[in-house]
């Protein structure tokens, strides 16, 4: 006979789970919408694979996993996506979250199904990667996602599968052991294969008798062992139940497979044997349906995204009697904002009390310091103390307090006769830690980026500081070759030959530009600029700006500087002119009509013209810079004029890069 342990504390609230047993399971049917949300789990929200306008089929998957922690989502029957938006779910702060939202078209069509042949045949990765595809994610608690479960680090003892349900009004694990003891056992064999423990046990309360019987009779023979226990509330938590059925404790911030177990619930057992068996994805759950404001309470197979007052409906609800709509029970759920929020995948009840069944909670009063919520503490911490941090925002203590240790099962609140809600204070206190991680986590991360900025540059620093020593030593040892060769480097000379040396690249780098180009260029770049003066000049005077007399100096000086260019490249055709050309051709004229030639040919150009002209004239100046900046390196320059060449590369570059975008954007106009 297995010995049976306890645990600190603990409860006996009414359980009142009679109104939901009254018969079986009922098929809650296809409603008119689906609302599918991509978060139903712990851990990232799966990533859509559809879009508004695709028809879908039962059973395909329509969202993937985000990261390992992380579930898919399937069409729990065949329509069409209508939306991919913001909805309103299941959560106490009443925020939206991404849905995919599917209306059905009564058809029913499903996918091809993988049917598994034999599991004990396929190896443990193929069935943990079968368990995540089917999207399953713990049943009876937060939704943690199953195959993450059944991947521990450390070999496994013992797999307890949790069929305690100890929160009042619940009913529906209890209606599936006793209609579905077989799937039970089949997946809970599943997972002893996955992870080869020790002993597999089965954990049950002995206020239900019919699901002992029922789970009994389908495990004979096979090796599990099915475990009753005394009710007490919470039992079903995960760590006192470990400690009830092993005596084992999880340390406090701890993982149940930190002392060798691994737990599962039986709805979730229940959704392995159909992942396994039956290449079933979870796209359905049972779900009670309870409180004295249902007609026809009971337990109802619902698809996951069905709408909470479509069930309710089913279940013959009264709205005009009901003041909250939990989903859960009444120690550990949370009010409903909406009643059109979508039932998922942890959606175990939905409490319809009146006001007589569950009177809402009188106002709290002062701490009286009786200590009662110390005793019915299941996890020993200390509520009380706990509750004066949360009030003081001392988020510290409370870590050092252990506050995460806190199942928020609600003990504490139910036998506080001060009326005070403790489990609010803990939940809000827990998420400001959170946040507070998040938030340190993020400056963390902003301080690595500058230090490695810093790091960086420093880096750079020392690598130019190396090359203006490595250039020193060079130049020392070309005066100490001098030197040995009897000459006497003259530090003069040397400067001289090294300008000579970088007038030779520059004039190498020119090219082969002639003087009657840069003649005509001069002529047109100065008409160029009289034409601007002498628009600024108009403006001036249209507006009667105090400075027309200094704009009328710039325009006479321009216009001056003009005929000088004019009569320079006048002078040069007239020199260079063939001795056959007419003695009547006047040099001066005909350079004046070259000019305005080549203006009027650049006016003429086309935009694609324009910005290929500029690409090239900035490609021929980078090739020209980049010669200078070889030039000074091979003739060891001075470092300012290196880093000044350098510079001037670096910012032709970025020209010539803005230049090719330019043309290519002209092009494609």
């Known amino acids: 006979m297995r010995r049976i342990f306890d645990f600190h504390g603990g409860i006996h609230p009414p359980e009142n789970k009679r109104q939901s047993l009254t018969g079986n399971i009922q098929h809650a049917g ?16 799966s990533e859509p694979l559809v879009a508004a306008g695709d028809r879908v089929l039962g059973g395909q998957c329509i969202a993937a996993p985000k990261g390992l922690v992380s579930v898919p989502q399937h069409a729990p029957t065949s329509g069409r996506v209508v939306a991919i938006e913001e909805r309103a779910i299941a959560h106490p702060s009443g925020f939206l979250a991404p849905c995919v939202v599917i209306e059905p078209d009564g058809d029913d069509e499903w996918v091809e199904l993988q049917e598994a042949q034999d599991y004990r045949s396929e190896a443990t990765t193929l069935l943990l990667d079968r368990i995540r595809n089917a999207g399953i994610a713990g049943m009876g608690g937060a939704g943690f996602p199953c195959a993450v479960k059944l991947a ?57 008798p019919d699901s002992i019987a029922a789970l009994t009779a389908a495990a004979e023979g096979s090796g599990l ?19 009830i059925l092993t005596g084992k404790q999880v340390p406090s911030g701890g993982l149940p497979a930190d002392v060798g177990i691994v737990c599962q619930n039986v709805g979730t057992a229940v959704a392995v044997h159909d ?11 049972v779900t009670t349906v309870t409180g004295e404001a249902a007609a026809r309470p009971g337990n109802f197979e619902v698809l996951l995204g069905t709408p909470m007052d479509y069930l309710l409906e089913l279940a013959g609800y009264d709205a005009s009697s ?26 175990n009840c939905l409490l319809v009390p009146t006001e007589a069944e569950l009177p809402t909670p009188p106002p709290a009063q002062a701490c009286i310091r009786c200590g009662m919520c110390a005793e019915a503490c299941p996890a020993s911490l200390l509520p009380q103390q706990l509750f004066w941090f949360a009030q003081g925002k001392e988020l510290e203590k409370l870590e050092s307090h252990n506050l995460f240790d806190c199942i928020e099962c609600g003990a504490c609140s139910f036998v506080c006769p001060s009326n005070i809600p403790l489990v609010q204070y803990y939940r809000a206190s827990k998420a400001d830690i959170r946040q507070q991680r998040s938030d ?15 790091a960086r540059l420093e880096r750079e620093e020392q690598e130019k500081a190396q090359k203006r020593a490595a250039r ?11 030197a040995e060769n009897g000459q006497e480097e003259d530090p003069i000379q040397a400067a001289i030959e090294r300008a000579k040396a970088k007038k030779a690249a520059q004039a190498s780098a020119a090219g082969t530009e002639s003087p009657q180009d840069k003649l005509e260029k001069a002529v047109i770049s100065t008409r160029k600029r009289l034409e601007k003066a002498q628009t600024k000049l108009a403006e001036a005077e249209a507006a009667g700006a105090d400075h027309i007399e200094a704009l009328k100096t710039g325009v006479e000086k321009t216009r001056s500087k003009l005929a000088t260019a004019e009569k320079a490249l006048a002078d040069f055709l007239a020199e ?29 150009q086309s935009p694609q013209e324009r910005a290929r002209i500029q690409l090239e004239k900035l490609q021929q100046r980078l090739q020209k810079s980049e010669q200078r900046l070889n030039a000074a390196l091979a003739g060891g320059e001075e470092d300012k004029i290196v880093e000044a060449l350098s510079a001037s590369v670096d910012r032709l570059k970025e020209k010539v890069a803005d230049a090719e975008s330019a043309t290519m954007a002209t092009e494609e106009g």
Do not use: W
């Open 30 to 45: 296809i409603p008119g919408i689906l609302v599918i949300p991509l978060s139903q789990h712990v851990g990232a929200p």
């Open 152 to 208: 521990p680090e450390k070999a496994i003892e013992t797999l307890i599968i949790n069929g305690t349900e100890c929160e009042p009004y619940i009913t529906a694990d209890d209606i599936l052991m006793r209609e579905r003891a077989a799937e039970i056992v089949s997946g809970a064999l599943i997972l002893q294969h996955i992870l080869s423990p020790a002993e597999t046990l089965i954990g049950v309360e002995d206020n239900k």
């Open 225 to 243: 062992e099915i475990v009753t226990f005394p009710t007490k509330y919470p039992s079903g938590g995960e760590k006192q139940l470990i400690e």
């Open 275 to 285: 992942a396994i068996v039956s290449g079933r994805p979870l796209v359905s759950r």
């Open 322 to 347: 009901n003041r909250r709509l939990i989903m859960g029970g009444p120690m550990m759920g949370f009010t409903v904002p909406d009643a059109s929020v979508p039932v998922v995948k942890t959606t």
């Open 440 to 454: 340190q986590a993020k400056s963390d991360h902003s301080r690595e980026r500058f230090e490695a900025r810093q």
């Open 472 to 482: 020193k030593k060079a130049a020392e040892q070309r005066a100490a070759a001098a």
């Open 576 to 604: 260079s002119a063939p001795a056959t050309e007419p003695e009547s051709a006047d040099p001066a004229q005909a350079a004046i009509d070259r000019a305005r030639k080549a203006r009027e040919a650049e006016a003429a």
